[in-house]
């Protein structure tokens, strides 16, 4: 006999996305993909160390960099074994070390602390609720498209809150549903990389990108901000693109809707009002958020005590220690204005509610702990073994001999990192294996490491449409049967698709340009490096 859910599941078969459902269901979770990785990487640093892999490059420096010999003005790497005595006795001696030194583990649990508060609270969700809900309705889609991409920063409740919400919305004007909840996730998700100031996402990414960086320059420090420009431009390019996909391809190919805003549907959008106590918690949470502001620019402009500045230093180099400190600062950011929220909104009575909420955000990190611990020692068996730079540096000699532009080069990072996003949705599992030799390539080549993460961020945005193995497509799924009970994952990615294809090409089109432009990425941060010794 067969069954609906069958029945479903053939259809989803089907054709050339039933193909990528097939292959991606075949990958293992990213912890297991990282455990088969350092299996790897083991028995291929055997290999390079019995053949005597190698590579050189100049350097001005008076002592050579960790893991390498210098030698008259010449850095040299070789590979080394895994299986040495010496290498498996660091990693099981090291073991707790390698994995409290791993840097994005430190930033992510820090900024985590207060992103929880202010999760829980119901600050980000008020925030998201109060932006949206009286849009004027000849503007609502790209309210709706920027609302989406700022609400990056609400993590979870980007999609639990705001995509329904935006189905409510549209249906209460009168509009089809299903416009909403698309514009919506192609904002959410498909404009991923996209947002108006940095936030957790930037953190995370730029603690791999650091580690990376390392392997050429032991000194390079990670600039939260070093993408601020980009994905600011990102928003201003994204909007157009996704208001006219909405409105004219979208809207037209689903019909007029056939529903009504009914009393079930009035009913339903009013649980989503902004309360008396939430907007005086909002407009608290605005003041504090103000004075910490304030709080940051006195600590780096303050005559006689800047210790956010580094006056000992020249020109940019000032600033990194308020790039630094913004780690610290988002944190700040998002408690305290969470407490302000939480104390007027009624959902923070005492002190035991804060640590309570900051206890529970660890606690949804669990599983990103886990991966943390594989990935960690991936990054670092791969220092132990030499492999990364022979890697870099090789390769960077062949992209030399090619002669390849720079927008060339970024725009490969970008495409590969949107193949693999098909198969393995974590943005952190991806960049955490790709970035120990994209990285330090492209640094030997002139290119930044904040303009390589730039790249990998946007091939890493518009393909989370596209593809049913993204963690929360299941959700969207459900979001859209809730107004229309035939809706499929055919359905969903073909509704989705005319954003994936147009956010593709203005992806590319702004990262070739930015690239031939030189334009900044962020503050302090350029498109172009000159490596060590050059």
Same mark, same amino acid.
């Given at each position: 006999?067969?069954?609906?859910?069958? $029945? *479903?599941?053939?259809?989803?078969?089907?054709?050339?996305?039933?193909?990528?459902?097939?292959?991606?269901?075949?990958?293992? *979770?990213? &912890?297991?993909?990282? @455990?088969?990785?350092?299996?790897? +990487?083991?028995?291929?640093?055997?290999?390079?160390?019995?053949?005597?892999?190698? =590579?050189?490059?100049?350097?001005?420096? $008076? $002592?050579?960099?960790?893991?390498?010999?210098?030698? /008259?003005?010449? !850095?040299?790497?070789? =590979?080394?074994?895994?299986?040495?005595?010496? /290498?498996?006795?660091?990693? +099981? %001696? *090291?073991?707790?070390?390698?994995?409290?030194?791993?840097?994005?583990?430190?930033?992510? %649990?820090? &900024?985590?602390?207060?992103?929880? %508060?202010? $999760?829980?609270?119901?600050?980000?969700?008020?925030?998201?609720?109060?932006? +949206?809900? /009286? =849009?004027?309705? =000849?503007?609502?889609?790209?309210?709706?498209?920027?609302?989406?991409? !700022?609400?990056?920063?609400?993590? *979870?409740?980007?999609? &639990? &809150?705001?995509?329904?919400?935006?189905?409510?919305?549209?249906?209460?004007?009168?509009?089809?549903?299903?416009?909403?909840?698309?514009?919506?996730f192609a904002a959410v998700s498909g404009g991923y990389a996209g947002n108006i100031t940095p936030g957790q996402i930037d953190v995370l990414l730029f603690g791999f990108t650091q580690e990376a960086a390392r392997i050429i320059d032991p000194d390079w420090t990670m600039n939260p901000v070093g993408n601020w420009w980009f994905i600011l431009a990102i928003v201003c390019l994204f909007t157009p693109v996704a208001w006219f996909i909405t409105d004219k391809v979208v809207e037209p190919r689903l019909g007029k809707w056939g529903g009504s805003p009914d009393t079930e549907l009035q009913a339903e959008l009013a649980k989503s009002e902004v309360t008396p106590a939430e907007k005086k918690g909002l407009k608290r949470a605005g003041l504090v958020a103000l004075l910490v502001v304030a709080g940051f620019a006195a600590l780096a402009l303050w005559p006689g005590y800047t210790p956010l500045i580094n006056e000992e230093a020249t020109g940019p180099a000032q600033l990194q220690p308020f790039y630094a400190a913004l780690i610290a600062g988002f944190f700040l950011l998002f408690i305290t204005t969470a407490i302000a929220f939480g104390t007027s909104a009624g959902t923070i009575k005492s002190d035991n509610d804060v640590v309570k909420m900051m206890g529970e955000g660890i606690r949804s990190l669990a599983p990103y702990l886990v991966f943390a611990f594989f990935a960690a020692h991936f990054v670092a068996m791969f220092n132990w073994s030499r492999l990364g730079p022979i890697t870099a540096i090789n390769g960077a000699e062949i992209l030399k001999a090619w002669n390849l532009? #720079?927008?060339?080069?970024? @725009?490969? @990072? +970008?495409?590969?990192?949107? @193949?693999?996003?098909?198969?393995?949705?974590?943005?952190? #599992?991806?960049?955490?294996?790709?970035?120990p030799v994209v990285v330090p390539m492209f640094m030997l080549v002139g290119i930044s490491p904040e303009m390589t993460t730039a790249a990998y961020r946007m091939g890493d945005s518009y393909t989370n449409i596209m593809t049913p193995l993204m963690s929360y497509f299941p959700l969207i799924l459900a979001f859209t049967r809730r107004w229309d009970k035939s809706m499929g994952v055919g359905s969903l990615l073909a509704l989705m698709l005319p954003y994936a294809l147009s956010f593709m090409v203005a992806g590319i089109a702004m990262t070739a340009a930015w690239v031939a432009l030189d334009l900044p990425l962020g503050p302090g941060a350029q498109v172009h490096y000159t490596p060590p010794g050059q």
């Open positions: 006999m067969t069954t609906p859910h069958s $029945e *479903d599941a053939a259809r989803r078969s089907r054709g050339f996305l039933g193909l990528v459902e097939k292959a991606g269901n075949i990958l293992p *979770d990213p &912890v297991m993909i990282f @455990v088969w990785l350092i299996l790897a +990487l083991m028995v291929l640093s055997t290999v390079g160390a019995h053949f005597g892999w190698s =590579a050189s490059i100049p350097y001005t420096g $008076e $002592e050579a960099p960790h893991w390498a010999t210098l030698d /008259n003005g010449v !850095v040299t790497y070789t =590979a080394t074994s895994l299986f040495t005595a010496e /290498n498996i006795g660091r990693l +099981l %001696v *090291d073991m707790p070390k390698t994995l409290t030194g791993f840097a994005p583990l430190g930033v992510v %649990v820090v &900024v985590m602390y207060g992103a929880a %508060v202010a $999760e829980r609270s119901g600050l980000f969700s008020a925030l998201i609720r109060s932006s +949206l809900r /009286n =849009a004027p309705r =000849a503007i609502l889609t790209p309210c709706v498209i920027v609302t989406g991409m !700022v609400s990056h920063h609400a993590s *979870d409740a980007a999609y &639990v &809150v705001f995509i329904p919400l935006a189905g409510l919305i549209y249906a209460s004007v009168g509009r089809h549903p299903l416009v909403g909840i698309a514009a919506a532009p #720079a927008p060339i080069l970024l @725009v490969s @990072v +970008l495409m590969f990192s949107s @193949v693999l996003d098909l198969f393995i949705g974590s943005a952190s #599992a991806k960049w955490s294996a790709l970035a």
